[in-house]
């Protein structure tokens, strides 16, 4: 069974950065793809960054410019820059392992003021 478990979260003030990770374990096949999404109450995840398995990087509307994504080997890794009160939310890490996507358990971003 594939497992994700996320770390980095936490609070930080306006202005400030965080660096989330998450590491995917008890795979036999390779992890294809990785990335991150968020979520707020109530409402859908929205897509922030994928890393393919090649290295090449997606980035979504909602942050981009703020965050760069990384991997290494099976953990991958968001750079959250210039945080905004607005970005508090659950942030989500995924992982695609022959062709089913699995997720993190999500880890609290809050940003104050």
């Known amino acids: 069974q594939v497992q994700l478990v996320e770390s980095g979260g936490g609070s930080v003030q306006v202005g400030g950065s965080l660096r989330l990770s998450c590491v995917a374990s008890?795979?036999?096949?390779?992890?294809?793809?990785m990335g991150w999404y968020r979520q707020f109450p109530g409402r859908q995840r929205e897509w922030l960054a994928t890393?393919?398995?090649?290295?090449a990087t997606m980035y979504g509307d909602f942050m981009r410019g703020r965050v760069t994504v990384s991997r290494e080997k099976d953990r991958v890794d968001l750079e959250m820059n210039n945080l905004k009160v607005e970005d508090t939310a659950v942030y989500s890490c995924?992982?695609?392992?022959?062709?089913?996507?699995?997720w993190g358990q999500g880890t609290q971003v809050t940003v104050s003021s």
């Open positions: 995924h992982a695609d392992v022959n062709n089913h996507r699995y």
């Open positions: 008890g795979t036999v096949f390779p992890v294809d793809h």
């Open positions: 890393i393919l398995s090649g290295g």
